[in-house]
């Protein structure tokens, strides 16, 4: 099936009323309930089972790519669907991406993970600080979460699309509410390391399941859909580009906890936290315009280029100030986060601000370049910044310690990222009619 884009009389997109505040809503709710998690786990497992907590959060979230990059298609996909008067195809859609990523990625992950925790429990591995209870619920955590959110992930992202954000972020709330109960009745209880590391993703589980139900609710009748080869292409493209996005940050807590220690990546971790959080709250209020990008490429095509400017100006400027304030006040909130037990050198906190300045812009470029549908360009660019970033973060971690982490980030998205995205964007507006939707992100 082919999607039209002409001749259309759907209303003029927007992001739906409160789209933005509810977003901003959302990011804030899911950033203070990993705030009060981490605070939980820092204050009651000690420096070096919080380290080991740490690395094995962000390889869970690193994870995601086992939605084989379904989900970020699905953005601007079920956005031109929507503008073109087919939203009712969309859930059909996100169960077809759902089957697509479950049979060919995410039940291998789960049984291989079933089988290394046995393995593990059998017999009797310990690693480091974790004993064997501890690293086999470790293992099945990560063989069992993170297929389970790849899979839900898919829904909430044809919301945004679909312009349902301030529906969507409804559910994630209160996924918040629900994690901040279960983390810290495991606390109180004890529980195994695994267990603390799943409970840290209730939120997601929660609200993105919710999400998953709302869409298949809404699905009407109809033939079982099929995948087009392209978006499976452009799917793999974000898959790609996730991966590079990991590298390019959330990485760096395992990198550092494989060259310097458990310990320090726990201080990495909290650098992060702190100077990442203000930043996160400004870019996702932008969040939303990637599905009105995609909108408005339908309706109103002239509109697009202010649109992306307005976006990428606001968005960078104001989350690269948020990030050199939270560093300004890293020592205290550090120490309210984590504990008095906790501090983080001033050199990591320091290094930490121009990654947080320069991921900031390059966020509020990502939501021009998805909403823009230039899944390529940002192949490349994604690519080019992470095997700098890794490269570099190796070395200098080496050289400096903690600290060399963040500084590789600094280095390469700021000489790399930044520049090639800012360009990729400004060739699409030379040529605004040689690629509106590359003839591909809207057929099912």
């Known amino acids: 099936m082919t999607e039209t884009v002409t001749g259309t009389t759907e209303p003029e997109p927007t992001t739906g009323r409160g789209a933005g505040a509810w977003s901003t809503a959302l990011r804030v709710a899911t950033l203070l309930t990993a705030l009060l998690t981490v605070a939980v786990v820092a204050r009651t497992q000690g420096e070096d089972r919080f380290g080991s907590w740490t690395v094995a959060v962000a390889v869970v979230s690193g994870l995601l790519i086992l939605d084989l990059g379904l989900g970020n298609v699905l953005v601007r996909t079920s956005g031109r669907l929507a503008a073109s008067g087919r939203a009712e195809e969309v859930p059909g859609l996100v169960a077809a991406a759902r089957r697509y990523a479950a049979l060919r990625i995410s039940a291998p992950t789960a049984v291989i993970g079933v089988v290394a925790a046995a393995v593990v429990l059998a017999t009797g591995a310990t690693l480091g600080d974790l004993d064997t209870i501890d690293l086999s619920t470790t293992v099945l955590a990560l063989g069992l979460v ?8 898919m829904a909430p992202r044809a919301r945004i699309g679909l312009g349902q954000v301030t529906q969507s972020s409804r559910l994630g709330i209160l996924g918040c509410v629900v994690q901040v109960v279960v983390v810290v009745v495991g606390v109180r209880a004890r529980v195994p390391l695994g267990l603390l590391v799943a409970a840290n993703f209730t939120s997601q589980l929660v609200g993105w399941g919710l999400d998953t139900l709302v869409v298949r609710r809404s699905a009407p009748p109809g033939p079982t859909v099929t995948l087009d080869p392209a978006l499976v292409r452009d799917g793999r493209r974000y898959q790609v580009l996730v991966i590079s996005g990991f590298a390019g940050f959330n990485a760096d807590a395992i990198l550092v906890g494989a060259i310097v220690g458990p310990a320090a990546a726990g201080l990495v971790a909290l650098a992060a936290r702190v100077v990442l959080t203000p930043s996160m709250v400004v870019t996702s209020w932008f969040t939303p315009r990637w599905g009105t990008v995609a909108r408005t490429e339908v309706h109103r095509p002239e509109d697009v280029r202010s649109l992306v400017l ?37 050199d990591v906190v320091w290094a930490t601000v121009p990654a947080g300045v320069v991921l900031g812009v390059a966020a509020a470029l990502a939501v021009a370049l998805n909403g823009l549908g230039l899944v390529a360009e940002q192949l490349r660019l994604g690519v080019a910044s992470a095997l700098v970033n890794l490269a570099l973060g190796v070395v200098l971690c080496v050289r400096l310690g903690a600290v060399g982490a963040p500084l ?22 030379r040529t605004p009619h040689a690629r509106i939707d590359d003839d591909r992100g809207a057929r099912p």
């Open 146 to 153: 993170s297929p389970a959110l790849a899979l839900l992930y």
């Open 310 to 346: 307005r976006t990428v100006l606001w968005a960078g400027g104001v989350s690269a100030a948020a990030s050199v304030t939270a560093g300004v006040l890293a020592g205290p909130l550090v120490r309210i986060i984590a504990g008095p037990g906790f501090e983080v050198p001033s």
């Open 408 to 429: 590789a980030t600094a280095v390469a998205h700021g000489l790399i990222g930044i520049p090639m995205s800012a360009l990729a964007v400004r060739e699409r507006f």
